[in-house]
């Protein structure tokens, strides 16, 4: 009796909610209808993976590796890791108008920032702006937590791992090298801007520091960043914010600036350009490989071919589902006669 009780005690109540005996829709599947219903939606994928692979295609997309592995790159002496301070010119020709606006990126090859312990170390309390964690280093940020018995801020490897390399482009017209200006307001995510990371609350923003160290491979502190709008420095600079985001696959390219005003807001014109750059981050040791990327968009995006054929082949695929289940249907629906 009593195990009864307590059985009775554990079912659910007698309700249509709880018995599932709420209305319902049942359809009733039939071939009338599974069978135009793979043509609609064979026709609708094909429709769009169209659409997405013509207009992939149109987007203007240059790629220049400047690594220095090949002795007859132009930044061959830059990779060598004992010389400091080195630049080198990437020089390259446009046969037609690079239409606009651009996008400059920057790209890494065989860099695994989704690696668990590089993707851990760093302090969420101390990007905010904690004044009270400000220089009490997490432990998930070892082994830069600190130099010289001084905490280092920002600390973690992700931080101290922050891309470095700086860009000019150069128009070359009759001769004379006219510089393309570069847009690096808003190149990062709304959201990390403006919520997840946050300076401390400290008039002038250097008085943070006191006390502390700049990261080991950063050759300024987080308050000099940008040395031309002091508004765009600390844990909300543009170019930390970008670098923090960390990338999902080892070959990735992270935004660095756009080409939106002056006389370049429509693009580039054909003609002959160079790319001055300052080689600073080392990428050899790990067998990694550095380029730069322009590009332009369109309504879809940048480019990118594969979303385009994977709707053809889903598409297509639902075509051909809805041929053999039509040949089956016929052939059993009606059987031939003796």
């Given at each position: 009796?009593?195990?009864?009780?307590?059985?009775?005690?554990n079912?659910?109540?007698?309700?249509?909610?709880?018995?599932?005996?709420?209305?319902?829709?049942?359809?009733?599947?039939?071939?009338?209808?599974?069978?135009?219903?793979?043509v609609?939606?064979?026709?609708?994928?094909?429709?769009?993976?169209?659409?997405?692979?013509?207009?992939?295609?149109?987007?203007?997309?240059?790629?220049?590796?400047?690594?220095?592995?090949?002795?007859?790159?132009?930044?061959?002496?830059?990779?060598?890791p004992?010389?400091?301070?080195?630049?080198?010119?990437?020089?390259?020709?446009?046969?037609?108008?690079?239409?606009?606006?651009?996008?400059?990126?920057?790209?890494?090859?065989?860099?695994?920032?989704?690696?668990?312990?590089?993707?851990?170390?760093?302090?969420?309390?101390?990007?905010?702006?904690d004044?009270?964690?400000?220089?009490?280093?997490?432990?998930?940020?070892?082994?830069?937590?600190?130099?010289?018995?001084?905490?280092?801020?920002?600390?973690?490897?992700?931080?101290?791992?922050?891309?470095?390399?700086?860009?000019?482009?150069?128009?070359?017209?009759?001769?004379?090298?006219?510089?393309?200006?570069?847009?690096?307001?808003?190149?990062?995510?709304?959201?990390?801007?403006?919520?997840?990371?946050r300076?401390?609350?400290v008039?002038?923003?250097?008085?943070?520091?006191?006390?502390?160290?700049?990261?080991?491979?950063?050759?300024?502190?987080?308050?000099?960043?940008?040395?031309?709008?002091?508004?765009?420095?600390?844990?909300?600079n543009?170019?930390?914010?970008?670098?923090?985001?960390?990338?999902?696959?080892?070959?990735?390219?992270?935004?660095?600036?756009?080409?939106?005003?002056?006389?370049?807001?429509?693009?580039?014109?054909?003609?002959?350009?160079?790319?001055?750059?300052?080689?600073?981050y080392?990428?050899?040791?790990?067998?990694?490989?550095?380029?730069?990327?322009?590009?332009?968009?369109?309504?879809?995006?940048?480019?990118?071919?594969?979303?385009?054929?994977?709707?053809?082949?889903?598409?297509?695929?639902?075509?051909?589902?809805?041929?053999?289940?039509?040949?089956?249907?016929?052939?059993?629906?009606?059987?031939?006669?003796?």
């Amino acid at each position: 009796m009593v195990k009864e009780e307590k059985e009775l005690a554990n079912r659910p109540d007698n309700t249509a909610y709880t018995q599932q005996r709420l209305p319902a829709w049942q359809p009733m599947l039939s071939a009338g209808i599974v069978i135009p219903g793979f043509v609609i939606i064979g026709l609708a994928f094909i429709g769009i993976g169209v659409a997405l692979f013509v207009t992939s295609q149109s987007i203007q997309v240059l790629e220049l590796d400047y690594t220095g592995v090949e002795q007859t790159s132009p930044c061959f002496k830059c990779s060598d890791p004992n010389v400091e301070n080195c630049k080198c010119n990437l020089d390259f020709d446009l046969d037609k108008l690079f239409e606009g606006p651009l996008f400059f990126y920057y790209g890494l090859s065989n860099y695994f920032q989704n690696q668990r312990k590089y993707g851990v170390s760093k302090d969420d309390d101390q990007l905010t702006g904690d004044l009270d964690n400000f220089k009490t280093p997490s432990e998930s940020c070892f082994p830069y937590r600190y130099d010289k018995n001084k905490p280092i801020v920002p600390c973690g490897s992700v931080a101290n791992s922050m891309f470095n390399d700086t860009f000019k482009l150069f128009h070359i017209v009759q001769g004379k090298r006219k510089e393309v200006q570069f847009d690096g307001k808003g190149i990062a995510w709304w959201t990390d801007y403006n919520i997840k990371y946050r300076n401390p609350s400290v008039t002038p923003l250097k008085n943070a520091f006191n006390g502390t160290v700049k990261p080991l491979f950063w050759p300024r502190p987080a308050y000099e960043l940008d040395t031309k709008d002091p508004a765009n420095n600390g844990f909300i600079n543009q170019d930390f914010l970008v670098w923090m985001r960390r990338a999902a696959l080892p070959d990735f390219r992270k935004l660095y600036r756009r080409i939106t005003d002056g006389d370049y807001a429509k693009g580039l014109p054909a003609g002959n350009y160079s790319l001055e750059i300052a080689y600073n981050y080392p990428v050899l040791s790990f067998d990694g490989r550095k380029k730069v990327v322009l590009s332009n968009v369109s309504w879809m995006g940048g480019k990118n071919e594969f979303l385009g054929i994977a709707y053809l082949v889903i598409g297509s695929l639902c075509i051909f589902m809805s041929l053999v289940m039509l040949i089956v249907y016929a052939k059993f629906k009606f059987p031939e006669e003796d």
